[in-house]
């Protein structure tokens, strides 16, 4: 009797653990991989809540299922990087107002022994054309992701249909950036990825860049308020004042300061 | 192997230093998952005995269906629970997306279907063993769940642990409909797809050890108040 009195206290201990917060106002920000996997927001929001008083909870999924999920409403801010489509979500009324936030740059990432014979190109559709004649293996989020469109754009520049060697040489994980690096290491194929989730991430292997600053390789963020007319349900003041603060000097500076390894992960550039 | 040997390790490094937002992430995946296996027992042991000892037209139909929802992929629970409770959907006015309710209510849905098969499967053998008994005290066949379910308490807690067993370990659903946010709806599974993404394998392999340990705690638990139980009730 007394074990069973205790397995029910014991249970009902663990079930109303947590409950008990104060509910403190939060806003939630759909937002991408990169920029919770890179650690820069756990690195620069407890400054926001402190000052503002407001939680920021955020929702880190690929850029296309983030804008979904922001146009069902199922979130207050959006901070994505994939300017045409954040425009035309813009431009569709689902969102308020486009801001620039930061920027990085994209990087393509091989192993050391570079079969594909392409190290040090700076100019990345060559480097693709590359790839793709001799077909070494090349790893695409292929999830309608920021990177996936900006890689998408790339290809379409070389005038390859990579479609069509879908599942031959190029492969499409599905997958976010981490779950994409993890398949590509194991298939010693090459793979394009942002800066900072590279230099973040803790199974490099061998691995080492390739293939860096072409201008087409910016790779840049934007905030946006959801719009409150499409969904009542949107904090906008709250929602606006973590844009203003990401924007603003204070959240600027934070972005300037997050680093890993002495590197620089994210470059402001919100128009004050 | 090095890997694994380290991963232990650091695991249990881990668990000894008791730190403290690991320590949370337990507690939520303990609360979420305990929580929906009593939701889902209280639908599915008796859904699963009425399912043995009824007969009616169709019956079979719908057994063969609840012994094929126990497949139920946890990814396809989280979209249909997502979509019921987005802003856009049509539970979206109870504001439950993103938070630890919504985790629990996909469980509810994946783990229901387990119990419930698993429970018909166990009342209906027992029904046959205890048939004449139980019409010969005058109880008529629905009337002879409680009784059935009574007694069959020792194994049916085989089916409420399967049901555990799944919620506990599953990613697909809770990562869709928590979003996996930090200190709200993180739990176990979704820090090792998290860490695993961040390329951490051997931090995302600890938390897979610690997550191990913590189903066979629970159902160490299960077992000893069972054993303790069935021997003051034959003593």
Redesign the interface.
């Known amino acids: 009797?007394l074990?069973?009195i205790s397995?029910t206290v014991a249970?009902m201990v663990?079930?109303s653990?947590?409950k008990g917060h104060a509910d403190k106002p939060f806003i939630?920000v759909q937002s991408t991989?990169s920029t919770?996997?890179s650690g820069l927001l756990?690195a620069i929001l407890p400054e926001f809540e402190e000052q503002s008083g407001i939680e920021v909870?955020?929702?880190?999924v690929g850029t296309g299922q983030a804008i979904r999920?922001a146009?069902?409403?199922?979130g207050d801010v959006l901070l994505v990087h994939s300017k045409p489509s954040e425009e035309s979500f813009v431009a569709d009324g689902w969102g308020v107002q486009r801001f620039d936030v930061m920027y990085n740059d994209f990087v393509i990432v091989g192993p050391a022994d570079d079969p594909a014979g392409i190290a040090g190109r700076s100019d990345v559709v060559a480097a693709l054309s590359e790839m793709a004649k001799s077909q070494t293996v090349f790893v695409s989020r292929g999830d309608d992701s920021g990177t996936h469109k900006a890689e998408q754009r790339l290809w379409s520049e070389t005038g390859i249909d990579v479609n069509a060697a879908s599942g031959t040489w190029y492969r499409e994980t599905g997958s976010?950036?981490?779950?994409t690096?993890?398949t590509a290491i194991g298939m010693q194929a090459y793979v394009m990825t942002d800066r900072a989730t590279w230099i973040?991430?803790?199974?490099?292997d061998d691995y080492q860049i390739m293939v860096q600053g072409d201008p087409r390789l910016f790779n840049q963020y934007g905030a946006i308020l959801v719009n409150p007319d499409k969904?009542p349900?949107v904090k906008a003041d709250a929602g606006q004042a973590f844009i203003d603060w990401l924007t603003g000097a204070d959240g600027q500076a934070a972005i300037a300061a997050y680093q890993i390894d002495g590197q620089q992960l994210f470059f402001p550039n919100a128009v004050q | 192997m090095q890997d694994f040997a380290s991963s232990l390790h650091s695991s249990f490094g881990m668990i000894l230093s008791g730190d403290a937002q690991l320590w949370?992430i337990v507690?939520?995946s303990?609360?979420v998952s305990?929580?929906a296996v009593m939701i889902a027992s209280v639908i599915g042991l008796p859904l699963g005995a009425f399912l043995a000892v009824s007969r009616f037209r169709g019956r079979q139909i719908l057994v063969v269906m609840i012994n094929a929802l126990m497949g139920l992929p946890p990814v396809v629970v989280g979209l249909l629970v997502y979509l019921m409770l987005?802003?856009?959907?049509p539970l979206?006015v109870l504001?439950l997306?993103?938070t630890?309710t919504a985790m629990i209510i996909a469980q509810v849905v994946l783990i229901t279907p387990i119990i419930a098969a698993l429970s018909r499967q166990i009342i209906q053998v027992l029904d046959a063993e205890y048939d004449e008994q139980l019409r010969s005290i005058g109880l008529s066949r629905l009337g002879s769940i409680p009784v059935l379910l009574w007694d069959g308490r020792y194994n049916l807690l085989t089916a409420v642990l399967a049901g555990f067993g799944r919620a506990i370990a599953e990613v697909g659903a809770v990562i869709i409909v928590g979003?996996?946010?930090?200190h709200?709806t993180r739990v176990m599974t979704t820090s090792i797809a998290?860490e695993?993404?961040?390329?951490?394998?051997e931090?995302a392999l600890a938390l897979g050890v610690i997550l191990l340990l913590l189903a066979l705690i629970v159902n160490a638990?299960v077992s000893?108040?069972g054993q303790?139980?069935r021997q003051?009730a034959y003593a």
């Open positions: 009797m074990r069973r397995f249970i663990i079930l653990v947590g939630i991989t919770q996997n756990d909870r955020v929702v880190a999920n146009t069902n409403g199922d976010g950036m981490g779950a690096l993890n973040s991430f803790g199974n490099k969904h349900n | 949370a507690l939520l303990l609360r305990l929580t987005s802003n856009s959907g979206g504001q997306l993103y630890p979003g996996n946010i930090n709200v998290l695993t993404s961040k390329g951490n394998l931090l638990a000893f108040i303790g139980a003051t």
